[in-house]
């Protein structure tokens, strides 16, 4: 049943808080994830293969997640719209968890042949169905309770919440990818998808007493029976489609977390835990600068924040490569923790904020779901892929991969130079 319309005060620590453990434990299981694809899983579940094709594989089952999450979009933004932000969490929290625990619990493809590859397959598409809807609506209950000053601030915290789940994901797999080979792809590679439970028992005790926003409440109760899907497709159209472009800028995030982990263990030869460090450090630092650059937008503007964050980010993937592809592990640790720590955090910590003012209220998880759900589909879903191909049979290739992440980057800044400047708008303005 909706909710219906009371004297609901705005609390917004607690939605903050509240989407914070959401976004991490969703992207600790994309994260555990992407780090196995990377390391053990063409193994497990591509023995048959070469290294170069098993990993290719491997980075297709990953970009899976992402294929079905426009089609999870259309499902769940319309729930959060109509039944509430909090429905969409709380099923989004199960779903999410629940195939991520199962997935470690697979048989590989010697103990079941084709059943464990296509069981995993199976695994990866409802966790893109849950990811669909479990972003747009912790984002959307964020910038609903968040007060008109602080925005960008409270909803960054979903986002940090994404750079926690990363670093704890591949903190958790540091001691195991350290294990004798045996060891790891016998049993190893499944426990960090097993602590998952963990996470998604602390998110529901946390989520489950939240109140649905304000702003919400008094939308639902003037319309109730409205169709969330039809408005967006008949009235905010280009903004579905500019939030899809800007999303693009996820492109770095995914060069960086899985194909540049593959190319360097794989193509290069550096060592697992050497490279591991990497995401580690630059994710803590991610941890302090995304409310900071947050806090900035609320002052300065979203969009020159947004824009020179995925400019810089992405001219830095070209040194970056090149320092992996000349083994120069202090320039690895340096220009990495830099490029993806610091200036992709400046996209990252923005947009929440800069895709959800773009759509107003009674549409707000319908439209940002639909947009940064395509955009993630292609990046997520594509850019390991075509980075991959673009190394070469051996994966050892560094240009091309970063020409690729180079041209995205100006085009996202392209396409967000064009949009309104909310970040001094009221809510109240912005949903007329």
Known sequence: MAPTAGAIAKNPRKAAFASWIGSA??????????????????????????????TLKAMMTLGVAYVVRPFGAMLMGPLGDKFGRKFVLMLTLFLMGGATFAIGCLPTYEQAGMLGPVLLVLCRVLQGLSASGEQASAISMSLEHAHDKSRAFTTSWTLQGTQFGSLLATAVFIPFAALPEEQLISWGWRVPFWLSAFVVLAAW??????????????????????????????????AVLAVAMCALVNTVNMIFTTFALSYATKGIGIERGTMLWVPVASNALGLLAIPLLARLSDKVGRKPVFIGGALVAGALMFPYLYMIHETNILGIFVIGVLMHGGFYSMANGIWPSFYAEMFPTRVRVTGLALGTQIGFALSGGLA?????????????????PSIFTVAVAVLVAIVASMQRETAHLPLEDIDR
């Open 25 to 54: 434990l969703e992207y600790y299981d994309f994260a555990v994830f992407g780090t196995a694809a990377a390391l053990v899983l063409n193994q497990i579940f591509f023995p048959d293969d070469s290294a170069a094709l098993g």
């Open 205 to 238: 005790l946390i989520r489950r007493t939240l109140e649905e926003p304000p702003a919400f409440t008094q939308t639902i109760t003037v319309r109730p029976h409205s169709a969330p899907l039809g408005e967006v497709f008949r009235n905010h159209k280009r």
């Open 384 to 400: 390991p892929v075509a980075a991959t191909a673009l190394a070469g049979a051996d994966l050892t290739g560094w240009v091309g």
